[in-house]
Nanobody
C-alpha cells in the first residue's frame, strides 16, 4: 500500500508562484512514473505534468514554460513548481503515483490540495 501526502497549496495573486510537494510512503518499491492532475469547478480532472522513473517529463500545453515537475527519488517526493500563475490555474491539484510489482500495475492518488489564483 502506498500513501501520498500533498502540501503547498494556497492562495496567490496572478503572476505569483507556488510549489507543491507530494511525498510517497508505505510500500514504495516499484513506483516509477509520478504526476500531477487538476480539477477545476465544473470540469473533468486533467493531466498537468508527469515525470518518469528515469526523469523524462511531459506537460499539458497550457502550463508549458510556466510549470516544472521534478522528483527526489531518495525522498520519494515529487514537486510541481508553478510560476506565472493565472486565474485559470485555479483547481484542486492531485498527486498520482504508478506502481508496478509482481507484474501488476497500481495507481495511487493523493488527497488533493487547493490552488487558488486571484487578486
Amino acid at each position: 500500500q502506498v500513501q501520498l501526502v500533498e502540501s503547498g497549496g494556497g492562495l496567490v495573486q496572478p503572476g505569483g508562484s507556488l510549489r507543491l510537494s507530494c511525498a510517497a510512503s508505505g510500500s514504495i518499491f516499484g513506483i516509477n512514473a509520478m504526476g500531477w492532475y487538476r480539477q477545476a469547478p465544473g470540469k473533468q480532472r486533467e493531466l498537468v505534468a508527469t515525470i518518469s522513473g528515469g526523469g523524462s517529463t511531459n506537460y499539458t500545453d497550457s502550463v508549458k514554460g510556466r510549470f516544472t515537475i521534478s522528483r527526489d527519488n531518495a525522498k520519494n517526493t515529487v514537486y510541481l513548481q508553478m510560476d506565472s500563475l493565472k486565474p485559470e490555474d485555479t483547481a484542486v491539484y492531485y498527486c498520482r503515483a504508478d506502481r508496478i510489482i509482481i507484474a501488476r500495475a497500481y495507481a495511487y492518488w493523493g488527497q488533493g490540495t487547493q490552488v487558488t489564483v486571484s487578486s
